[in-house]
């Protein structure tokens, strides 16, 4: 079975470009991908191995046997997938949904490029006519809808053959709005991209962080839905019972962030952000943290890589008790309740971590064994093969 893959890829900074760098070699064991590329964009050099084919050319291949099936990469990011929304609409294929809110990457093929009647008829396309009329209304008052109320993922659900999510949340979200759409599950798998790790005091010495000091860190964009205000005011309560404790934020500051001092000077030299830091650097700093955190709410229906790959390390993690998160068991990571006392909660549960070596020791061994086994990549491979087969 010969299959197109159309995602992003390295060398391009996105994290599904990752994921899919990291799934192709599994996936050749079930069946022979090759890689749809536009025109020039760079490939890093370890693709060379798969053949490349023109999105141009995909209905002809398709058409006359070349190519059996499509494999479409969707995230909710205008410069990396809005050829990929439009293509795997006209071209149906199995689509692999990384977030189900989709209203940002539509909001920006359309209103952003100044086509509202465009943006119009894909509100209407998801919401019928309450869909047409919430988009009139938003395009008459400036104000914008929520896209977790308009995730616009429906029009998606209707092309396609069949829907990949990483998550039974995700796929009962999306399943409550179409509930004849083919959602498969399958689990998001464990990659260090090559890396071997290194172990928390080598990660140490190579960050020349000083061993003795506690860390707490949380990885990735910083965005408001991850909760970055509620984890500051816990850390403050924290730094009272750890006075020299720091908190790390590993990863680029976007948006609404960006413009605003957005750190608490109370906090001094205890908080830095890092920006986005190259992968090696990024898997140290996993392993050299006492405790990560990996808060997220509202969801978009999204399963963190950077999740994965802490509790495959061994990290002890905090998380949302909520969406994805809510999935794992108990035993491999600290889960936090939404709405009142959540500071409070997650100060006692930094603090306890911090002060408790056994507890996290044995956090982090469920969690790696945990990884090892649900989000193994061969097993991710065969949930896709599953999904691809015409027999679906």
């Not at 209407?124 to 009329?133: L, V």
């Not at 949340?169 to 709005?177: D, I, S, V």
Request: contains cysteine; hydrophobic residues 45%.
């Amino acid at each position: 079975m010969r299959v197109a893959v159309w995602s992003p890829l390295p060398p391009a900074p996105s994290g599904i470009a990752d994921y899919t760098a990291e799934l192709l070699p599994a996936l050749a064991a079930h069946f022979e991908p090759e890689l749809v590329v536009e025109p020039g964009v760079p490939l890093a050099p370890e693709l060379g191995r798969w053949p490349r084919r023109r999105p141009a050319a995909l209905a002809r291949a398709l058409a006359g046997g070349a190519v059996d099936a499509v494999l479409y990469h969707l995230g909710d990011h205008h410069r990396f997938h809005a050829a990929i929304w439009r293509a795997c609409r006209e071209l149906p294929g199995v689509v692999v949904l990384h977030e189900i809110a989709l209203h940002h990457l539509v909001r920006d093929a359309t209103l952003h490029a100044g086509r509202p009647a465009a943006y119009v008829a894909e509100l209407a396309r998801a919401g019928g006519s309450e869909g047409e009329e919430a988009a009139r209304r938003a395009l008459a008052t400036g104000i914008p809808l929520d896209p977790y109320r308009w995730p616009l993922s429906e029009p998606v659900l209707d092309a396609s053959r069949g829907v990949i999510v990483h998550s039974e949340w995700a796929r009962e979200q999306l399943l409550a709005r179409r509930p004849a759409a083919r959602v498969h599950v399958v689990p998001h798998h464990l990659s260090f991209g090559g890396h071997e790790p290194v172990g928390r005091d080598e990660a140490r010495r190579r960050l020349g962080l000083a061993a003795g000091t506690p860390l707490v860190a949380a990885f990735g964009a910083v965005a408001p839905s991850k909760r970055p205000r509620v984890l500051l005011r816990a850390f403050r309560a924290v730094r009272s019972r750890h006075p020299n404790a720091r908190l790390l934020f590993v990863g680029e500051v976007g948006g609404e962030l960006a413009a605003i001092d957005w750190v608490p000077p109370a906090l001094g030299n205890g908080v830095t952000v890092t920006g986005r830091v190259p992968f090696a650097e990024l898997l140290l700093h996993m392993e050299a943290v006492d405790v990560a955190v990996n808060l997220r709410h509202p969801s978009g229906g999204e399963t963190s890589g950077t999740l994965i790959r802490l509790l495959g390390l061994g990290t002890p993690v905090v998380v949302t008790a909520a969406g994805p998160t809510a999935e794992l068991p108990d035993d491999v990571c600290a889960k936090i309740d939404l709405g009142v006392g959540e500071v409070e909660l997650l100060a006692e549960t930094l603090a306890l971590l911090l002060r408790d070596e056994p507890l996290r020791r044995r956090m982090g061994a469920n969690a790696r064994r945990h990884a090892a086994t649900a989000h193994a990549l061969a097993r991710s491979a065969a949930g896709y093969a599953a999904a691809l087969s015409p027999s679906s």
